[in-house]
């Protein structure tokens, strides 16, 4: 890896950071998550529109495990 296969994971667990190689992940704000949800449900609540969130709740942490497509140059 990752000049034939790239791996991804999920929930940014910390022991990824050290395990050869460091594997790509995707980190959830929960907190953030656990904001827009309850926003949500009390507008459901008051029978008012969901609020509208442009701010995303995850992000990619590159790290070795991923490499660029065959063929491709990153």
């Known amino acids: 890896m990752p000049e034939d296969l790239s791996v991804t994971g999920w929930d940014n667990n910390p022991v990824t950071a ?3 190689p460091s594997l790509t992940t995707v980190d959830v704000d ?3 998550l656990g904001r827009r949800v309850l926003a949500r449900l009390l507008a459901a609540l008051r029978g008012e ?3 509208q969130e442009d701010e995303p709740i995850t992000r990619v942490i590159w790290r070795e495990s991923t490499g ?3 063929g491709r140059a990153r």
């Open 30 to 32: 929960h907190e953030r």
């Open 49 to 51: 529109p969901a609020p």
């Open 68 to 70: 660029p497509a065959p």
């Open 18 to 20: 050290f395990l050869p």
